[in-house]
């Protein structure tokens, strides 16, 4: 099967301006999720949709950050403006339902660095 | 709030030794336990899982070991392999389809 699809996979912006991340789950795959790495840390998740519903944004900074996910496939994750503390690696992951016998499966995620 | 630790930042083993990767959490609620490795450039990728109801899981030659009592899980491979060298990253769950909380990994590097 094909994997998790996500673009671009690198970018370099200014700080204050804005940036777009895309992913494509696994067909089939209800749950998606966002995921941000910072250098040196664990993967932290910003946002988890079940089919085009949001689940868990509980730490996404929604002052600057937002996603969606029109029609339960594809998402998009937005950050505008951008911070110098926001470079980080995007990650993006998906299952085929919430249960524990349903492993994440990632994406090679978006390298985003904030100068 | 760090509720999942990894306290060993890397570990170095001979090729056909046992590598030892060890995680600690501080949440109680946790019943739920997986590891990632993560190859540069690549996402992580699902290694092995293990729920609270048990204290052991074995798959070929990766078995992971829960403690809860110490709130302690480590994931033994035996016997190891230079293709094993790759961040490897423990990760907590409370209950089905909650968010999961990552330390903050161990480089395993393996030498021929």
């Known amino acids: 099967e094909a994997g998790v699809a996500q673009s671009p996979r690198y970018k370099i912006i200014e700080k204050r301006q804005s940036v777009a991340f895309w992913c494509n789950p696994i067909?089939?795959?209800?749950?998606l999720y966002w995921y941000q790495q910072i250098l040196g840390q664990g993967p932290k998740l910003l946002i988890q949709f079940q089919n085009n519903g949001v689940v868990d944004d509980s730490q996404l900074p929604k002052d600057r950050f937002s996603a969606e996910r029109l029609k339960g496939v594809d998402s998009t994750l937005k950050i505008q403006p951008a911070k110098l503390e926001d470079s980080a690696v995007y990650l993006c992951?998906?299952?085929?339902?919430?249960?524990?016998?349903?492993?994440?499966?990632f994406g090679n995620g978006t390298r985003l660095t904030v100068t | 709030d760090q509720q999942v630790k990894q306290n060993s930042p890397s570990l170095s083993v001979q090729e056909g030794r046992i590598s030892i990767l060890n995680c600690d959490y501080t949440?109680?609620?946790?019943?739920?336990f997986l590891w990632y490795k993560k190859y540069p450039a690549e996402g992580p990728t699902f290694l092995i899982s293990?729920?609270?109801?048990?204290d052991k899981n074995e798959d070929g030659r990766f078995t992971v070991f829960l403690n809860k009592s110490a709130k302690h899980l480590s994931l033994h491979i035996v016997p190891s392999q230079p293709g094993d060298s790759a961040v490897y990253f423990c990760?907590?769950?409370?209950?089905?389809?909650?968010?999961?909380?990552f330390g903050e990994g161990t480089q395993l590097t393996v030498n021929p």
């Open positions: 067909s089939g795959h209800a749950t």
């Open positions: 990760a907590a769950s409370v209950g089905s389809g909650s968010r999961l909380t």
């Open positions: 293990i729920s609270s109801i048990k």
């Open positions: 949440n109680s609620m946790f019943d739920y």
């Open positions: 992951a998906s299952s085929s339902t919430q249960g524990y016998n349903s492993p994440l499966h």
